[in-house]
């Protein structure tokens, strides 16, 4: 939100400039539906008066015969201003309440003014003979109106506001006012034109004036509301934030610019057009999506960092869509003109790897001195993809990292600014589009009418400039002194582009990690830090997970505390366990953790548990892994709200950050991370390629067919895997050394599917273990976290351990390969569906089975090490997902390049479908023995 009242005053200039009539005066008004703050307004306190004349006065105003009826809010606003400043009031009013104060009886407390129907607010006869109670009733109707009229300002003002400089499009594109709006729906006309009326406590049109002629009211909201800007607030449900936008927009004069600041806009106004004619002069046919029409944008904006400066903020983190980007880049950023200028030579050669992106997408981080505060401030503009509003929650994300690294709880440090275009709504962060404009389209061609108009309208720049001469501020001497400053400017950082042979996309970072990689082209050594922790480290961390301190706790959560006690007794772990324990030994390292989603504070499945409540007392809460270590990391978990687009923009923004955390959402069903598609494909999975950006985050996804139907049984695992990057036929050149990790570092993310807690253990360390960051997709289980056999030893996880990327048979075939008779590749939980099948059938020694750990990048050394151990086997890929789905696609081609295209690859698994997963339980048992069935066909 904004905090000074000089962003608005340009914002007002902004808008006002590009407006071609003056605003008719009309009356409107609206009949409030209810009070603003209703019942959570807070109650006065008065110093001077005791409760129970209060209580009298009130009781002496319900018994009036002739308020019956009347609105007692409205009586209650009157009888506190009183109380604060009799003069505050008409002087009926205070003749009236000095009367009940004074003990007068119900209907003999008013005083008549000499002649009411002419002025409600004529002076009272002194003598005090008793009012007539419908002319006393006809002062308060008139009164409600009058407020109804103000409120009706407030909350509709905007729907007749003139927001089209061209004159052609009424606001909400409708020229019809509606009913509730009209003047005389409210008992109000001419006649009341030229009467006083009291304004109420929430509305500041009045400035230091307490009382206004109506005419003046209405002259003064229509300058408020019905001007070039329209605000639409009172849906806010919050007394203090509506207030505070009244305040930027009611009181008179507060709009209104100095002779310096109107000189200031100006002159970023100057390069704000400049830069759009310069580029429009030198590319003419080049697609750049200018500012034009919008140029005020620049100095409106510039205000607002200045005035955020002043206030104490030091980092803006920015998003905006394409159109203006440049600009904004140029004018605001201040990124070099001549890296902006070589962006449009389309010969120079490519300086990064991976695909790069257009100019108008991409980012910006910058530190520099705002010479109007002389403060030190840093500014990122995020990459943003032609998705116009995807970009929102990322950058809030971020923003919420840099205030938790700073310690800015208040926001007084950091802030966003979101900027929103092509007809999308402001401030509701992710939108979709309302109208769609063709980017490539001929306006002419569609808007004939409108662009004639455009066409012979003079720009906001020329509009200002003329002002500014007419008020004496500006000289045609200084004008155009400053235009040819700024041309030259741009002609020779154009000379100096020429010099520039190669395009680093590396110099456009939104999110440069100082110190993280080895030098400015991000080379790193490629080891990867040792994942296993000591014994001692296991065993106090699991302890302490598994301990409720001095909380009461629900009798079922005992029993699991129990039970994990007993398993770190044993030295086994399951799920749960070796997730927090992973998360735990971070944290003692210094690493900070987030996790976020929907249900992970309890689990989806009810397993996790890492936020406990207590049963007695309310919003007491206990974080186990908060409380391992004195100096360990903060460790956040938090529920979110249902929105998996919007919630995973955030965690992903907050990944940009801090490489040296670890960020994980977790879906509450897999099948739900489609929602959140346009985050995967624009940003998780090719923001490298794209923008240089690494992020470390980790997207867990329950995932496993169990008879829980077509929405709650994939995580579309085939979806994920399609945009992997490695080559299927290309079988790698070197898989001896530091392979392992070259293989990560060229992969644009990283995809696994667990079977074992130990595995999960491993693989979320080794995400800050490595050298550089990448996305990790894990496909987590439902059934295993609680399976018998899906439980790791303690042995698993000390020093020395790792991360297996696949695990290899271990039973009597793989003791006898040559002999073994089909060789069963699998991931996820299946295979303990099939382990068991084996053994049932008795085919342990005619059978091996061979769980492949991290799909992607594809395991080819070790998958070729599997195959040749076992020369005499039939090769089956077996999955329970259907043909179409799931992993087949993606793992068969890679095992044929593995055994260098010698052998079948045999499918087994659900036939090709449309929906993901059979709707009926029945239905699924079916599937399932049939793919039983197949997996040992004809042995």
């Known amino acids: 939100m904004l905090r000074s009242q000089a962003s608005f005053r340009v914002l007002q200039q902004m808008f006002t400039l590009n407006r071609t009539s003056s605003v008719l005066t009309r009356n409107l008004a609206r009949n409030p539906i209810k009070t603003l703050c209703g019942s959570n307004t807070p109650r006065r306190h008065y110093a001077s008066t005791s409760l129970t004349n209060q209580q009298a006065t009130a009781a002496a105003a319900k018994a009036e015969p002739f308020l019956s009826g009347s609105n007692t809010l409205y009586i209650e606003e009157m009888y506190e201003s009183w109380l604060e400043d009799p003069k505050s009031v008409h002087k009926s009013w205070d ?153 930027q927009f009611e009181p008179p004069g507060i709009t209104k610019l100095t002779d310096n600041e109107k000189r200031l806009a100006w002159e970023r106004l100057l390069r704000s057009t400049k830069f759009e004619d310069f580029l429009a002069k030198k590319w003419t046919s080049e697609k750049r999506f200018g500012l034009e029409g919008c140029e005020m944008l620049i100095p409106g904006l510039k205000t607002i960092i200045d005035c955020a400066s002043e206030k ?196 456009w970072l939104d999110s440069p990690w100082k110190g993280f990689f080895q030098d400015v082209y991000g080379n790193v050594e490629l080891k990867v830090a040792d994942t296993g922790v000591p014994e001692e480290v296991i065993q106090h961390i699991g302890k302490t997970f598994s301990q409720n301190a001095d909380l009461t706790i629900h009798g079922g959560l005992r029993r699991v505390m129990k039970a994990r006690n007993e398993m770190v007794n044993d030295r086994v772990i399951d799920w749960a366990l070796g997730e927090a324990l992973a998360i735990g030994s971070l944290l003692k390292d210094g690493t900070h953790v987030r996790l976020s989603g929907q249900d992970v504070e309890r689990g989806t499945f009810s397993h996790r548990h890492h936020k406990l409540h207590d049963q007695k007392e309310d919003k007491k809460v206990y974080v186990p892994l908060n409380d391992l270590y004195p100096n360990q990391a903060t460790y956040t978990v938090c529920n979110s709200s249902l ?112 079977t074992t807690p130990a595995n999960l253990f491993h693989i979320l360390r080794r995400q800050t273990a490595l050298p550089f960051r990448k996305p990790l997709i894990i496909f987590t289980p439902k059934s295993l976290l609680r399976h018998p056999l ?53 085919l342990v020694d005619d059978v091996a089975i061979t769980r492949i750990e991290q799909i992607a990048p594809f395991p080819f050394d070790l998958v070729q090490a599997e195959m040749n151990k076992y020369p005499n086997a039939g090769i089956h890929w077996l999955q329970e997902e259907h043909k179409n789905m799931g992993f087949y696609d993606y793992c068969k081609p890679r095992m044929r390049t593995a055994c260098g295209w010698t052998r079948r690859i045999h499918y087994t698994g659900r036939k090709p479908e449309a929906a993901p997963a059979a709707g009926s339980k029945a239905e699924h048992l079916k599937q399932q023995k049939a793919l039983y069935d197949d997996a040992f066909r004809k042995l």
């Open 95 to 247: 003749a009236y309440f000095k009367n009940v104060s004074a003990g007068a009886v119900p209907g003999q407390a008013y005083q008549s003014p000499p002649d009411i129907g002419s002025s409600p607010m004529s002076a009272p006869q002194a003598g005090g003979i008793p009012i007539d109670g419908a002319q006393i009733k006809e002062v308060v109707d008139k009164h409600l109106s009058v407020q109804s009229l103000i409120r009706g300002y407030q909350i509709r003002g905007h729907s007749v506001a003139m927001l089209d400089p061209l004159g052609i499009l009424d606001a909400d594109l409708d020229s019809t006012t509606p009913p509730e709006l009209m003047l005389n729906s409210y008992s109000l006309g001419e006649a009341e034109m030229n009467n006083i009326y009291q304004l109420p406590q929430t509305t500041m049109i009045g400035g230091g004036e307490t009382t206004l002629p109506l005419h003046e009211i209405i002259k003064r909201l229509e300058n408020s509301y019905c001007r070039s800007i329209g605000v639409e607030y009172m849906f806010i449900n919050n007394y203090e934030q509506c207030n505070w936008i009244r305040q």
């Open 312 to 507: 104490g903020v030091d980092s803006f983190v920015m998003g905006m869509p394409h159109r203006g980007r440049l600009n904004v880049l140029a004018n605001v950023i201040r990124k070099d003109l001549d890296q902006i200028f070589c962006q449009f030579d389309s010969n120079l050669r490519k300086g990064d790897e991976g695909s790069g992106d257009v100019k108008y997408h991409l980012g910006m981080s910058h530190q520099r001195i705002n010479h109007v505060t002389n403060k030190l401030i840093n500014l990122s503009l995020c990459a943003n993809p032609s998705h116009l509003e995807a970009v929102d929650p990322v950058v809030q994300g971020k923003t919420k990292a840099e205030q938790f690294y700073l310690n800015d709880n208040e926001g007084d440090k950091v802030m966003s600014i979101l900027l929103h275009g092509d007809a999308a709504f402001s401030g509701q962060g992710v939108v979709y589009e309302t109208f769609h404009f063709p980017q490539m389209d001929e306006p002419m061609f569609t808007q004939p009418l409108m662009y004639q108009k455009i066409r012979n309208h003079p720009n906001v720049f020329k509009i200002y400039t003329d002002k500014l001469k007419s008020e004496g501020l500006v000289e045609q001497a200084d004008i155009d002194n400053k235009v040819n400053e700024y041309d030259q400017i741009c002609e020779n950082s154009l000379e100096a582009s020429k010099k520039i042979d190669e395009l680093n996309f590396r110099h």
């Open 643 to 754: 929105s998996e687009y919007g919630v995973l923009g955030f965690e992903l923004g907050y990944s940009m950050t801090n490489p040296n955390s670890l960020v994980l959402w977790e879906a509450q069903f897999g099948d739900f991370n489609n929602t959140a598609q346009c985050i995967i494909d624009q940003f998780i999975s090719s923001g490298q390629a794209k923008w240089i950006r690494m992020s470390g985050l980790v997207l867990l996804l329950p995932h496993g067919y169990e008879g829980m139907g077509p929405e709650h049984s994939s995580a579309r695992p085939e979806r994920f895997l399609q945009m992997q990057n490695d080559d299927p036929d290309h079988f790698p050149e070197s898989i001896v050394g530091d392979f392992v990790v070259r293989q990560l570092q060229d992969a644009n993310w990283i995809i696994a599917n667990c």
């Open 790 to 842: 899906a439980r790791s030893s303690f042995n698993e996880m000390l020093p020395g351990t790792e991360f297996q990327r696949i695990i290899p048979d271990n039973g009597p075939a793989s003791e006898n390969p040559e002999k073994c008779r089909r060789l069963i590749f699998c991931t996820g939980k299946v295979y303990y569906d099939i382990l068991k099948e084996r053994s049932d059938r008795g």
